[in-house]
Nanobody, 127 residues
Framework: QVQLVESGGGLVQAGGSLRLSCVGSGGSFSLYAMGWFRQSPGKEREFVAAISRNGVTPYYADSVKVRFTISRDNAKSTMYLQMNSLRPEETAVYSC????????????????????WGQGTQVTVSS
């Protein structure tokens, strides 16, 4: 089983940038497809971005395309989310998730696709 720990959240002004990290331990990180989700107060958790286990195939929610970049470094058991041009409505707890172990090289966008979750990191975007 893999354990996930996020970091990199914080307070940023609208239009600013943050980079989130998600470190995995306890499993073969390269065998897990990974994703980022976020949840704002009073709202359901929503998909942000996903990446295949080999890092070749990213997939994004339409709302973050172009502005966000997902990546991973399997040698460091770490996934990243570079967030640019942040908006106040993107204030949320951002959580990383893992699916696997798997030999599939697909990314996954549904919350139900994932079996392992981190605790989340708060991102606050001020206007």
């Amino acid at each position: 089983q893999v354990q996930l720990v996020e970091s990199g959240g914080g307070l940023v002004q609208a239009g600013g940038s943050l980079r989130l990290s998600c470190v995995g331990s306890g499993g073969s990180f390269s065998l897990y497809a990974m994703g980022w989700f976020r949840q704002s107060p009073g709202k359901e958790r929503e998909f942000v971005a996903a990446i295949s286990r080999n890092g070749v195939t990213p997939y994004y929610a339409d709302s973050v395309k172009v502005r966000f970049t997902i990546s991973r470094d399997n040698a460091k058991s770490t996934m990243y989310l570079q967030m640019n041009s942040l908006r106040p409505e993107e204030t949320a707890v951002y959580s990383c998730a893992a699916r696997g172990p798997t030999y599939s090289i697909d990314p996954y966008s549904r919350e139900s696709d994932y079996g392992y979750w981190g605790q989340g990191t708060q991102v606050t975007v001020s206007s």
